[in-house]
């Protein structure tokens, strides 16, 4: 069946000693307090990765993920960080697809098909986010965006390397403002996403993807959120900063 994960996105902050700091506080409260068989995984800036994961080592249950990754294999593309690079820091993840990188950084669906595709080569777990903005919510549009997110980013894989893929709902209006989708909102577009990979790859594939809900999840809806039927933990930015909002929110699966 399909594994309940907690993702921590820092997103551009932490300087150097403070990921340390934070990614050891974490590390030490999962291995002190946490019982479930959830997966964490922290998603660092690249200047953390290959620190973190030797602090991470041995610990079983904390992966590593970075937060983009570049499409190319190697070259000359200066200061841009390919899959292999991600790789060679013991790195397990990858979040792709985030909508502050499709906003800011023009990554369309053709492009993020590109990164899937470095991304399983090298044996990296692509987080891939989709959702709609607020416009696209209230114009009612959003099932058709997320379909489309789907089918250009992803459906060019077979159903085993989809294997390899966790997806993120992510709409846009909640990510970082404090507006969260309610859990029933999260849970009606979990279920279509499920539903949309069972008619892509089968049922027993859509049955063991797992689906992160993504937008200012925190100690407080975490509970609500993460007990609906199709959503299988979290892509978590503010709140992942705090070690102590993160432990509670990773533990809501000990509840
Ligand atoms: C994110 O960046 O993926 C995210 C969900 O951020 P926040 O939790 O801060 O809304």
């Known amino acids: 069946m399909r594994k309940n994960i907690v993702a921590g996105n820092w997103k551009m902050n932490m300087d150097y000693e403070q990921g340390i700091s934070l990614f050891s506080e974490i590390v030490n409260m999962v291995k002190d307090e946490v019982i479930g068989n959830q997966e964490v995984v922290v998603c660092s800036p690249f200047i953390h990765l290959a620190a973190i994961s030797k602090l991470s080592s041995g610990t079983g249950n904390v992966s590593i993920g970075a937060q983009t990754i570049n499409e190319h294999e190697s070259g000359a593309y200066t200061g841009e960080i390919s899959a ?41 777990k692509p987080i891939f986010c989709i959702g709609e903005t607020k416009d696209e919510r209230e114009s009612g549009s959003y099932f058709d965006i997320i379909k489309t997110q789907l089918s250009k980013g992803l459906f060019h894989l077979d159903a085993e390397a989809f294997k390899n893929v966790v997806l993120a709902y992510e709409p846009v209006w909640a990510i970082g403002t404090g507006l969260t989708a309610t859990p029933e909102q999260a849970q009606e577009v ?55 909002d993160f432990l509670q929110i990773i533990n809501v699966f000990n509840a």
């Open 84 to 124: 292999s690079q991600v790789k060679s820091t013991g790195a397990a993840y990858v979040i792709l697809g985030h909508s502050e990188r499709r906003a800011y950084f023009n990554e369309t669906d053709e492009l993020l098909a590109e990164k899937v595709n470095a991304a399983l080569k090298h044996d990296l």
């Open 190 to 244: 979990h279920a279509f996403i499920r539903k949309t990979l069972a008619e892509q790859y089968g049922q027993e594939i859509a049955d063991n993807t797992s689906i992160l809900y993504g937008g200012s999840a925190n100690p407080s809806n975490a509970q609500s959120l993460f007990s609906q039927p199709d959503i299988d933990g979290g892509l978590i930015g503010g709140a992942s900063l705090k070690s102590r």
